[in-house]
């Protein structure tokens, strides 16, 4: 098998998974287990699907970090439930969801799939810097378009695309990106600066969609080239150009917002993905036995080369 590294976007799915598979899947003791379930599912069908050689699942030590936060007020703020002063504000979790990612964690580590994450960062940052530093072919999987910005076919940098189901998984390469949206991939941050994003509270520039973006793009190439245009009062009409320089403070913070961490100091300890040993294979199926993980523990085995009892 050639070498491949598969990343995942942790959270990205195990939300898919919570929301793909009935709450009504549960453990002997009622515990709901529908998340768990799923996730196993998904890494069962893109395992079978990609063959990574390596599978890595990155994790949000902070899904709002303060340093974000402190750039752009709004960066997430509908999604928090509790405000911690000196500490990480709560996400709103169903707490059904809440209750089973301790045990997804729990199920990666009976798995022997790492699991990353760095503090004070998102999992993006941990995806940014593993893809942008991997010596071999990159598999990114998400729901979070921001990704894209990491696709580069010359490196053989993917970003699996689960936003319309599992069973309509789409290959995101640096044509496909060209294709829909008219920017390069390593112009996407910037072509999400200006649109904005209404999932993570980015506001954008006013009156700029993706079409404008993307033309601005393509005749500037990127924000400091469209900054520079509008401040010399050129290449663009007056109100476009009066936009731009309304945005400004905005412009000037929102890149370190949108654009992810490519370098940061990581330690991800555990080896190529490999056939569990018959111990690990045993308490796998301990594990799946006493949450009633039934056939998805299985086909997550057989996936990762251990087939049958």
């Not at 789409?170 to 390593?186: L, N």
């Not at 506001?203 to 509008?230: M, N, R, Y």
């Not at 890149?255 to 490519?262: D, I, N, S």
Request: aromatic residues 6%; negative net charge.
């Amino acid at each position: 098998m050639p070498d491949r590294l598969m990343l995942l976007d942790s959270a990205s799915l195990y939300f898919r998974a919570f929301y793909g598979v009935p709450d009504t899947v549960k453990a002997a003791d009622g515990t709901p287990v529908n998340a768990v379930r799923g996730f196993l599912d998904i890494i069962a069908k893109l395992v079978t699907t990609y063959e990574p050689s390596r599978l890595i699942a990155c994790w949000d030590d902070d899904w709002r970090p303060q340093w974000r936060v402190d750039l752009i007020p709004s960066y997430k703020a509908h999604r928090v439930a509790e405000i911690v002063a000196g500490g990480h504000d709560v996400e709103v979790v169903p707490d059904p969801l809440e209750v089973q990612v301790p045990m997804i964690r729990e199920t990666l580590d009976a798995l022997r799939i790492p699991i990353a994450g760095a503090t004070d960062y998102e999992a993006d940052d941990v995806i940014g810097t593993l893809a942008t530093t991997a010596t071999a072919p990159v598999d990114i999987v998400t729901g979070d378009r921001d990704l894209f910005q990491l696709v580069d076919d010359e490196r053989d940098v993917r970003v699996i695309y689960t936003a319309r189901g599992m069973s309509n998984l789409e290959v995101i390469t640096g044509d496909v990106v060209v294709k829909k949206y008219g920017v390069r991939p390593d112009q996407y941050a910037d072509f999400a600066t200006l649109r904005g994003d209404t999932s993570d509270g980015l506001p954008g520039v006013s009156g700029v969609g993706e079409k404008t973006a993307a033309s601005l793009l393509s005749q500037h190439d990127d924000l400091a080239g469209i900054i520079a245009a509008a401040e010399a009062g050129e290449g663009m009409s007056a109100g476009l150009r009066s936009k731009i320089l309304a945005a400004l403070p905005y412009l000037e913070v929102a890149p370190r917002v949108v654009g992810v961490a490519r370098d940061l100091a990581l330690t991800v300890t555990g080896d190529d993905l490999t056939p569990l040993d018959p111990p690990a294979t045993e308490a796998a199926r301990e594990l799946a036995e006493r949450w009633a993980l039934g056939g998805s523990m299985d086909r997550v085995l057989t996936a990762i080369g251990v087939a049958g009892p």
